[in-house]
């Protein structure tokens, strides 16, 4: 638009007074612009018409920088959204998911999948939304230019384009493995640190902080050398884009040059600079799109690493047809219960009734199933024969919320959370009052260790209650258990860490 308009402005290109008809053509548009130029040098000067020029100029940028600046805006909180929801999703799956499927994964690879998965997909996924719906509309545009000008020499560029596109996609499959292999050592790391935040007081009582330290460095290092192998992969895309670019870019200089030279082009010399000038403005998109293509191949492996949980089938399912039970009145029965782990028996064909009101007390040796039956009546596994009954209804087509919430458990293990003495004992019954709260704590001889603490029920405790003794735990555990008041009470050696007088 700027060249033909100072030639007009200076002299150097004749004045159009009278254009072909405008049509789908370059020799139509181009004189029919060439007029309209003409036309206000003639009716208001040559310094009105540079204003005019420089008006149009300031107009279509900003224009263009304002719906860049839209896009952006509404796309933000579609792509926060997606994350959120995908997030959200997740987590409800991972709550949803039986015991079982946690056995054999690591807390901190689970917990990379929530974090660095999450915010990897934000960020090389959604993050090429924009690119993905921009650049190809601007690589469009200008190869409609191009087929304007010329439909001939545009129809070779269009035949070298699946050559390159080929190249990219060869390393951005690549990537993609890379990717994975980067985010499952990630995934590793975190789990590591994990277990040694667990266990550091282990840790230190061994003397083993060098040993564990070394492990670690070995594995950070060998995520460094993965990183590194990517990212060279990842910083290959916008170089290769732009050198397989001008590769085409100069071949379509050379096979137009030559029509144009031999007389075989309908193009004139300035035409075909102004067609080189127009193809040249097709890699900047080119690049950007090859970058997003890059990009979405890395943020794939993470969704992969995402959707494999939530894809994951729960084998603890209710029946369709599940029916509430609300109350417990006549007994708990095991019929021919039998049940493994890894194909080994751990309980095999028992038959057990306990009734309503009994005190039922199971010895035996450490892995001899004692905890299991404790599980299989809540449900967190399923007997693999036979039948567990509460009040004659198989446990398998009751509702599980509501057979769970006629049971309470203590395990030997106390399981607290981060947040104050009053909340975690809250947890067993949300509805309670304050003064619930404290008679469930003297019940459990717990109420005076908690006056002496230093905000008294306000007091957090720490990461699974970090900042109290084994006993003070388990005592918190019996009180959240008492103020749930379950009609079905399960004390898993609740009671290990508690002195005499506890």
């Excluded at 200076?10 to 370059?26: C, I, R």
């Excluded at 509404?74 to 709550?95: A, H, T």
């Excluded at 399981?415 to 809250?426: A, E, G, P, Q, T």
Aim: glycine fraction near 6%.
């Amino acid at each position: 638009m700027i060249i033909p308009f100072l030639g007009l402005l200076f002299g150097s290109q004749e004045k159009v007074y009278n254009p072909l008809p405008l049509g789908f053509n370059a020799s139509s548009i181009k004189e029919s612009f060439y007029a309209l130029i003409t036309s206000i040098i003639d009716n208001k000067g040559e310094v009105e018409a540079l204003v005019f020029i420089c008006i149009l100029i300031l107009v279509m940028f900003f224009f263009r920088n304002l719906f860049r600046y839209l896009a952006l805006y509404f796309l933000s909180p579609i792509r926060n959204g997606v994350v959120c929801d995908l997030r959200n999703d997740l987590n409800k799956k991972i709550l949803s998911l039986p015991i079982s499927f946690f056995t054999d994964k690591r807390k901190g690879d689970i917990s990379a999948r929530m974090t660095t998965d999450l915010v990897e997909i934000e960020w090389s996924l959604m993050s090429s939304i924009e690119m993905i719906f921009k650049d190809p509309l601007n690589i469009i545009i200008f190869l409609g230019t191009l087929i304007i000008i010329s439909p001939q020499l545009t129809l070779f560029v269009v035949i070298l384009f699946p050559i390159t596109g080929f190249l990219i996609a060869r390393i951005g499959k690549s990537l993609k493995k890379s990717s994975e292999e980067g985010q499952n050592k990630m995934g590793e790391l975190l789990a590591m640190v994990d277990e040694n935040l667990y266990g550091l007081k282990i840790i230190k009582s061994f003397n083993a902080e060098k040993e564990i330290h070394n492990k670690f460095e070995s594995e950070s290092f060998n995520y460094k050398n993965i990183m590194n192998h990517l990212l060279r992969k990842k910083d290959l895309s916008s170089p290769m884009s732009e050198f397989l670019s001008t590769i085409v870019m100069v071949v379509v200089m050379w096979f137009g040059g030559k029509l144009v030279l031999s007389g075989n082009s309908n193009l004139s010399p300035e035409e075909f600079i102004g067609y080189i000038a127009i193809f040249s403005q097709i890699i900047p998109p080119a690049k950007s799109f090859t970058s997003a293509f890059y990009y979405i191949q890395k943020g794939s492996a993470s969704a992969g690493r995402v959707y494999e949980i939530l894809d994951t089938e729960n084998n603890v399912k209710e029946a369709i047809e599940a029916k509430e039970i609300m109350k417990f009145e006549d007994k708990i029965t095991f019929e021919n219960v039998t049940f493994s782990y890894d194909n080994i028996n751990v309980l095999d064909n028992i038959n057990l009734n306990i009734k309503k009101g009994e005190t039922i007390a199971l010895v035996g040796q450490s892995g001899s199933g004692k905890s299991t039956l404790a599980d299989l009546i809540s449900r967190f596994y399923d007997v693999k024969k036979g039948r567990i009954g509460i009040d004659g209804k198989n446990i398998k087509h009751l509702k599980l919320a509501s057979l769970r919430k006629l049971i309470g458990i203590v395990n030997q293990d106390s399981i607290l959370f981060n947040s104050s003495i009053y909340n975690n004992i809250l947890a067993g019954n949300p509805l309670a009052t304050k003064q619930e709260v404290e008679d469930a704590a003297k019940v459990s001889n717990a109420h005076d260790f908690i006056m002496q603490t230093e905000y008294t029920y306000n007091t957090n405790i720490g990461d699974c209650g970090i900042k109290l003794s084994g006993g003070q735990k388990q005592r918190l555990s019996i009180a959240r258990a008492i103020l749930k008041n379950p009609p079905i009470l399960i004390l898993d050696e609740a009671t290990s860490s508690l002195d005499i007088k506890s």
